[in-house]
């Protein structure tokens, strides 16, 4: 995917009110950072997106489904523990490591009994 079509995504996200414009505005300067670095962009073609996706695990409905540039983890990753204070205790490292060492699929999957919730993450 080019540069402008993830910055059409997270100007997507902004519209869709997924994240706010002062999130938004962060990740549009981190694809910026990320384009002019030439090991970035190597490694985002290996994996293009970071995907989150939460569903109910009683009906299988989709509850959360969240595609995150690869070359924007960190920020991502960043926005999601402010999310979901529950991932301050996950080590949020075992993800990068996986992404960076070219991992693809789902790298982590867990079902939470007390919100009747699966969250998987896949690197895609």
């Known amino acids: 995917m080019t540069t402008s079509e993830e910055r059409m995504r997270i100007l997507k996200m ?11 505005a962060r990740l549009l300067e981190a694809l910026r950072a990320t384009g002019s670095d030439a090991a970035q962009r190597e490694e985002v073609t ?3 997106w ?8 009683a009906s299988g409905k989709l509850k959360v489904n969240v595609n995150i540039p690869v070359g ?3 920020v991502g990753l960043k926005m999601g523990a402010r999310f979901a204070p529950e991932m301050n205790g996950m080590d ?11 991992m693809q699929g789902r790298i982590i999957e867990v079902d939470d009994e007390a919100d009747n919730e699966r969250v998987e993450v896949f690197v895609e």
């Open 46 to 48: 290996k994996a293009r």
């Open 72 to 74: 924007l983890v960190d």
């Open 14 to 24: 902004i519209e869709e009110k997924q994240i706010t414009a002062e999130e938004g």
């Open 92 to 102: 949020l490292s075992a993800i990068q490591t996986a992404i960076k060492g070219g």
């Open 50 to 57: 970071l995907r989150v996706r939460v569903t109910d695990r």
